[in-house]
Each structure stands twice: as C-alpha cells, then as structure tokens.
C-alpha cells in the first residue's frame, strides 16, 4: 500500500537555487494538497488542486508554484529558495473536492534546509 | 480567520490511563473536524472525522466528540498504551475557508 509518496525525503539547497518536491498517489484521488510545517504554526496549505487541471492557493502560496501533472502527481517548486522556506513539506490527497467529508491521507514529508 | 488550539502542548501518562486531548477552535461555522496522529518523522494519519452535523465518533479505544456552539472538540484514549506515544492534531475545514486549519498538536508520552 504505497499511499502517497512523496520524493525527495531530505534536501539542503543553498540561497537562490531552485528544486522540484514530487509527489505521487495510488489511490485515484481527485483532490490534492501541498503543506508545510513549522515548529509551532501547525500545518499552513500553500497550494491545492481540486481536480487534474486545476491549482488554487491556500494560505502561504508566495515563493512556490505548482503542476498537476495528471490525476496521480502534483509538484511544488521553489523557483528561488529563501531560508524562510526551511520547512518540512507534505504533501496530502483526498477522494472528494474540498468540500465533501473524505479525510485526507498523507505523505512522510520531505525536510528541507535553505543555507 | 480560523484558530485552532490544542491545550496542553505536552502531556505524559502512565500506561493504563484513560486520557483525553483538548482541540478548540474560534469559529464555530465549521464543515468538519479532523484528529491526525503524526510519529516522529513520519507524516499524518487520520484517526477521526467528525462532520458538523455529528456529535461524535468512536473507532477502537478512540472517541472523539464535537460541542460546535463552544468551539470545542475532545478526543478520548482509553486504556493508553505506548504505542499510542505520538504527536495528535485537530483540524477543522471551516464552511467560509476553503482550507483545513490545523492546531500545533499534543505530544503524547505513554510511560510503560
């Protein structure tokens, strides 16, 4: 049951380089999400994605972007990395639309430092 | 703006305790409300979803209840165990936001 997959697991990139998170699920969820997580702020929502096709922001959207390559992945991209985006990053699928009642299932995480 | 907080930040327990996590929340215009547990270094696993129409809902040694009008959810362990050491978070999706609001979580140590 691989669930959702998330790669890389850890990153360190220096100030001003740019990476692609991965993220991948099995389970033919139409709905997707990109959250980070800091030592005292809970989860935030950066971006999410009702549908194949279709990116919406969430709360934290600013220095990020992202594709919905298809039904099974959605990607975040730091295109310049700060080290305010120092952060763990998860990434979460769900069966339903935003507003239905599926719970949402998610990836390990990938940690990721910015020096 | 939704704010979810979770009291106490930390909490240890003797092996054996009934316990219960507190999960409160500002406004009350609420969709649903999540509780995840997140071990160290892994991501989150849902554990109970409560929509708003419901009061409560149980699987296993878990139940978790839900008093929208004071902003408050509950999630009830019975017969703690060590296994059951991990970080429990509560998230609501409010109806007016279109994102889930999460609290900074418990920390849960069950002491053998």
């Known amino acids: 049951n691989a669930g959702v997959t998330q790669t890389p697991k850890f990153q360190v990139l220096k100030t001003g380089q740019s990476m692609t998170l991965q993220c991948a699920q099995d389970?033919?969820?139409?709905?997707m999400y990109w959250y980070r997580q800091d030592p005292g702020m809970g989860l935030r929502l950066i971006y999410y994605?009702?549908?194949?096709?279709?990116?919406d922001k969430g709360e934290v959207p600013n220095g990020y972007n992202v594709s919905r390559l298809n039904k099974r992945e959605f990607s975040l991209r730091l295109e310049s990395a700060a080290p305010s985006q120092t952060s763990v990053y998860f990434c979460?699928?769900?069966?339903?639309?935003?507003?239905?009642?599926?719970?949402?299932?998610f990836g390990d995480g990938t940690r990721l430092s910015i020096l | 703006k939704q704010e979810v907080t979770q009291i106490p930040a930390a909490l240890s327990v003797p092996e054996g305790e009934n316990l219960v996590l507190n999960c409160s929340f500002t406004d009350s215009a609420i969709y649903n409300l999540q509780w995840f547990r997140q071990d160290p270094g892994k991501g989150l696993t849902s554990l109970l979803l409560i929509q708003s129409s419901q009061r409560e809902q149980t699987s296993g040694r878990l139940n978790a209840s839900l008093d929208k009008s004071s902003g408050r959810s509950t999630l009830y362990i019975a017969a703690s165990q060590p296994g059951d050491s991990a970080t429990y978070l509560c998230a609501v999706k409010s109806g007016s936001a279109r994102q889930l609001t999460f609290g900074s979580g418990t920390q849960l140590t069950v002491l053998p």
């Open positions: 389970m033919n969820h139409n709905s």
């Open positions: 994605s009702a549908s194949e096709g279709t990116t």
């Open positions: 979460a699928s769900s069966l339903g639309q935003f507003y239905s009642n599926q719970p949402q299932h």
